[in-house]
């Protein structure tokens, strides 16, 4: 008769039970899905903050063209010069303006005076107008326009056919709202304050930090991070200087 002992010893050479190998196996099936669940989340928390951040260097690039033209709208050659007509001297500056009475479809409108030559509009476009003692009158539209339901921050200008271009990707997030509003209360002859609001929203994704003071541009309604978006609000203040400010042409 084999001993305690001796039965014991065979027991473990002879390796693992059927089902104590059916539970290990089990127990590394879980840890491999549980590490797959684990990196696919990574890949998309990369891919949602990647998008966010494209879409948020999109509008800040379209920022600075807006910040550089409204700094030289308003600056026009002097007076004295013959060649100046009213219509051209009351045509520079900056507004915001509706199409179709439409005010979701708010353009800011900048128009100024250069001697650059080739002179481009927002678009890259040669501006080939007639030019008045060297001078050349460079007009940028900047407008939202929806392209396939998706909003889009674009220009158009004077210096091809009118063709309005997007700058902003609608593949990589939507625009939730904006608004941007001219100060109406200085004085013609004092500088005003332009205030450029958008707010930006990409898929969700609970794990992607967004911008927690996101809030509508067009209610203030502070806008919080859900199972649906993420928000991101981009704001800034640009001073306009008075329209028809002489300078040496």
Not at 47 to 63: C, G, K, P, R, Y
Request: with cysteine.
């Amino acid at each position: 008769m084999m001993s305690p002992k001796r039965a014991h010893s065979l027991h473990l050479q002879a390796g693992f039970t059927l089902l104590e190998l059916l539970f290990a196996m089990a127990i590394v099936l879980v840890v491999v899905v549980a590490a797959q669940r684990y990196a696919a989340g990574v890949l998309t928390d990369r891919e949602h903050l990647s998008a966010q951040q494209d879409q948020t260097s999109q509008i800040n690039v379209v920022l600075s063209n807006m910040q550089n033209d409204v700094a030289r709208a308003g600056f026009i050659p002097v007076a004295s010069v013959s060649q100046w007509t009213e219509g051209q001297l009351s045509n520079v500056g900056v507004d915001v303006r509706c199409l179709n009475n439409n005010c979701t479809s708010k353009e800011l409108r900048t128009a100024y005076w250069t001697r650059e030559n080739p002179a481009y509009d927002c678009v890259h476009n040669k501006v080939e107008t007639t030019r008045t003692a060297g001078w050349v009158e460079v007009e940028n539209v900047y407008r939202f326009q929806k392209t396939d339901g998706v909003w889009v921050l674009g220009c158009d200008g004077n210096g091809g056919g009118g063709d309005w271009e997007g700058f902003t990707n609608p593949t990589e997030g939507d625009i939730e709202n904006f608004n941007w509003t001219l100060d109406s209360n200085a004085a013609d002859s004092g500088a005003k304050l332009l205030h450029f609001c958008v707010t930006t929203r990409t898929a969700k994704n609970n794990q992607v930090a967004g911008n927690m003071q996101a809030h509508s541009c067009s209610t203030g309604k502070a806008l919080v991070n859900d199972n649906t978006w993420v928000y991101q609000t981009i704001e800034l203040d640009m001073l306009v200087r008075p329209s028809q400010i002489g300078v040496l042409p």
